[in-house]
């Protein structure tokens, strides 16, 4: 079974697609983790994207999409993998349309994390980031030293802040919006999840929707 996840940021589609794959017994993927695995294995690919990566420049969707095909083709993504972040804009996901049908693949559902705008900013302008791990905290303060007692300090980032917030959901909205239609266009099995609640909940909720 393959699975794409899709939500706003602050939705937590990191936490529960990591549920939800350990629930099915399947691997979590996300863009970045194929990129630095192919960087790291120094494949054909990964080299091509590295030289794009050196130069400041963005990887293009026709290399990641190679690498994401590679990390596929896998045999520890046979019985299936969640993705998260694969799916951004409309020709990400027809290229992994592509990718998926030249494997005798296709993807079997994509999950919406849906939650109101003003929980979503409320949620992550209350976030604090350790300063040397980067791990991210909810309910503590700017300044608080890291609970992990690694020396690090909780800060802020500028992107947590509540108008960046706003303008990352209105550039997810514009370029999701189009995701889904093109989704639902195809015919794909499109499930909106109500993200709001206890991870717990969500899980559930999410769970539910694969058969588990």
Do not use: H
Not at 78 to 106: F, H, N, S
Request: glycine letters at 12%; charged letters at 25%.
């Amino acid at each position: 079974m393959i699975v794409v996840l899709l939500g706003p940021p602050g939705a937590g589609k990191g936490t529960q697609g990591e549920r939800i794959a350990a629930a099915l017994g399947v691997p979590k993927i996300a863009t970045g983790d194929v990129l630095r695995a192919a960087v790291k294995d120094g494949t054909k690919l990964g080299l091509e994207a590295k030289a794009f990566m050196d130069r400041g420049d963005l990887v293009p969707d026709a290399v990641i999409l190679g690498i994401m095909k590679e990390a596929l083709a896998q045999p520890a993504q046979a019985k299936g993998v969640i993705l998260d972040g694969v799916v951004r804009t409309v020709p990400q996901a027809e290229g992994l349309a592509k990718v998926t049908k030249e494997l005798g693949r296709k993807v079997d559902v994509v999950l919406v994390f849906d939650i109101a705008d003003d929980l979503l900013v409320e949620r992550l302008s209350g976030r604090t980031t350790c300063d040397r791990e980067q791990k991210p905290f909810t309910g503590l303060k700017p300044g608080d030293p890291c609970p992990n007692k690694c020396g690090g300090t909780l800060v802020r980032r500028q992107d947590d802040e509540p108008e960046a917030i706003r303008n990352r959901l209105r550039v997810y909205q514009a370029q999701t919006a189009p995701v889904l239609d093109w989704y639902m266009g195809q015919g794909a099995n499109v499930v909106r999840i109500d993200a709001a609640g206890s991870f717990d909940d969500v899980t559930k909720r999410a769970l539910a929707t694969v058969g588990r």
